[in-house]
């Protein structure tokens, strides 16, 4: 998980990873790397000719006393200004629109991988990890170009032609001033592998927060009602405290530069007064040199500065960025498998031939399952809660594949065909329904995003929705919040099998789609599911036994195999596992109707 480095990926060096920002995109965008580049060197040029017009000033000036040179000089000086101003302003608009476009389509990759990854793996992570690494890849990727951008651009070109002047004028002096450099760059590198680790503890932090915040978000009710919001402001403020500390942390790093720097600097500036000084008084050298030196040492001291640091403020930063890549270099748990035949259905017969299944190894939760749903009827499924039920739902699926044995729709074997075409023909409906963003029609569309409006009301009404539909102001433009925070159980249920009939699938799966209604509304959701699954091949779970009295074959379902199986009367008539569930639940509840309770008893 987050906390640790995944150990099956690569890790990438810092240098790896920047190669892949830019390079992967470096031939898309080399006419405007080009022309970057170019404005680029246009303004660290005017920048270095200014400096070493100061000396010319000051020989004209003083030297030679010349005023009309040192005014044709001045108004040099203002275009030299005026031409590196648009230089950097064309300079930063293009790398920015390269940069903005490098981290959009590092978030496209991202979004298809998630998408291309099984159940399994979401069911280890908590989803506000991709949020952050979501978030964070963004934000540090702009960061990281802007940083390369402006420490290549316009610190390294400025740098280079302010040496440039400072060895011009004064060869010696400059060769004595770059002797700090070796001592900075040692110092550099240890502080640089401090801000990396510094960075990670700072993204778990901020991952944990998000994780407190969505949950307490998502189980606000719960939060309330049972007291937690000071348990869940304690959680969160153990991860703010811990992320301010790591920031404080990464403040006094990453500015343990500036001491070292200044005295490094000051230093400098001494040694250089030194011997200009004597150059000037005792060796009778030309004071314009002089000046030009001074100022290009002066310029070229800033971006040297940032330049220093440049490797701690990349390292910081290239965190997000590393979580971004974890995500988009793994391999597809999932992988698009559409080159494969498609599932081509004649009677929609679903059989299990002796499937096994594991979610973990050595806990077996399928063992030996056998059945078949025939063509048109409607099984169900029973039995105790974990006994596998679900489990068989998800493997037709195909949202995990079976350890052993075989599931067959009309004789093909599913992990043979394209995994798309076998859900394009299942409708499934849970019991919890998820409503996405958006209007109820929409979350109709879902189903089929091609239906006209004629078969959203037809398949609304079949649903017993249409009614409630129409009582809001909105109809069918009602917003559904995140989770249709504004409907009631039995509304978003409806909605769902709506959804579930605009699709028009030849097999319904249903997994106690009846469990969270109470008995009204899951009167009329069972209508709606009988004109559901009339004619398709039905496989249903009941929680409750009574829905299910009229299937066509039921399986009891008992720690992952099917113990018996037959049609309502003759298991009662029987006796045996069935009956007796069927009596366990007239007792404990009360909610079953009268007839079916006498026919129980009886
Ligand atoms: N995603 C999962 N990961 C690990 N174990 C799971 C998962 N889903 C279900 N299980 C386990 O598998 C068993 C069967 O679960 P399930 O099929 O949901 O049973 P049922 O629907 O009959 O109540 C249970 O022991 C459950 O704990
Ligand atoms: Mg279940």
Redesign the pocket.
């Known amino acids: 998980m987050a906390e640790q480095p995944d150990s099956n990926l690569p890790d990438h060096g810092t240098f790896a990873l920047l190669r892949r920002l830019f390079g992967d995109f470096g031939y898309r965008y080399r006419v405007r790397y080009a022309i970057a580049f170019t404005l680029m060197a246009i303004a660290a040029g005017c920048t270095a000719l200014s400096a070493y017009l100061i000396g010319e000033v000051v020989t004209r000036a003083f030297g030679d006393r010349n005023l009309a040179k040192v005014v044709e000089l001045a108004v040099i000086a203002m275009a030299l200004f005026a031409t590196k101003g648009f230089a950097m302003y064309g300079q930063a608009v293009v790398m920015a629109r390269i940069g903005n476009a490098i981290v959009a389509e590092n978030q496209r990759h991202m979004i298809a991988r998630l998408l291309d990854q099984g159940l399994s793996f979401f069911?280890v992570r908590h989803s506000s990890e991709f949020l952050a690494r979501l978030n964070a890849g963004a934000v540090a990727a702009t960061q990281v170009l802007g940083l390369v951008i402006r420490a290549v651009g316009r610190d390294l070109l400025s740098l280079i032609g302010l040496v440039a002047v400072m060895v011009y004028q004064e060869p010696l002096l400059s060769i004595a001033i770059l002797l700090v450099a070796p001592p900075v760059i040692y110092f550099m590198r240890h502080l640089t592998k401090r801000a990396r680790t510094v960075a990670h503890s700072q993204f778990v932090g901020s991952m944990h927060i998000l994780e407190t915040m969505q949950e307490t978000l998502q189980g606000i009710r719960i939060v309330k009602a049972f007291g937690l919001e000071p348990m869940m402001q304690e959680r969160a403020a153990r991860n703010i405290e811990e992320i301010e500390r790591a920031s404080n942390k990464m403040a006094r790093v990453a500015n343990r530069t500036s001491p070292l720097m200044e005295t490094l600097g000051g230093f400098a500036v001494a040694l250089m007064m030194l011997y200009s000084g004597y150059r000037v008084i005792l060796g009778g050298a030309n004071p314009g040199t002089f000046f030009s030196f001074v100022t290009a040492f002066l310029l070229a001291y800033e971006p040297a500065k940032r330049l220093a640091r440049f490797n701690i403020d990349l390292n910081a930063a290239m965190i997000g960025v590393r979580v971004l890549f974890e995500v988009v270099d793994r391999p597809a748990t999932e992988p698009d498998d559409s080159d494969r035949p498609p599932l081509v259905l004649s009677d929609a017969r679903i059989t299990f031939e002796d499937v096994t299944f594991t979610?973990?190894p050595d806990e077996p939760?399928l063992s030996g399952l056998s059945f078949t749903a025939e063509p048109g009827r409607m099984s169900a499924l029973i039995?105790p809660?974990?006994?596998?039920?679900?489990?068989v739902l998800s493997l037709i699926l195909r949202l995990y594949e079976p350890t052993g044995g075989r599931i067959l729709i009309d004789g093909q074997d599913i992990t043979q065909v394209a995994r798309g075409s076998l859900r394009r023909h299942i409708a499934y409906i849970g019991q919890d329904v998820f409503l996405f963003r958006g209007t109820i029609r929409d979350n109709i569309l879902f189903g089929r995003p091609d239906a006209t409006d004629d078969e959203i009301v037809a398949a609304a009404q079949a649903a017993s929705a249409h009614d409630f539909i129409m009582s809001f102001p909105s109809g069918y433009d009602t917003q559904v919040g995140e989770h249709g925070l504004s409907l009631s159980g039995g509304q978003r249920q409806r909605i769902a099998i709506a959804r579930g009939l605009i699709k028009n699938a030849p097999i319904i799966l249903l997994d106690e789609a009846t469990a969270a209604l109470d008995s009204e509304s899951e009167r009329q959701v069972q209508n709606a599911i009988a004109r559901l699954c009339e004619g398709r091949t039905t496989l249903t779970?009941a929680h409750r036994l009574h829905t299910i009295t009229h299937a066509d074959r039921i399986f009891v379902?008992e720690s992952g195999t099917i113990t018996e199986s037959g049609r309502h009367e003759e298991l009662l008539r029987r006796n045996n596992r069935y009956a007796s569930f069927y009596r366990h639940q007239i007792q404990k509840h009360d909610d079953i109707p009268p007839r079916a309770a006498v026919a129980a008893a009886g």
């Open positions: 069911e979610y973990r939760v039995g809660s974990g006994g596998g039920k679900s489990t779970i379902i």
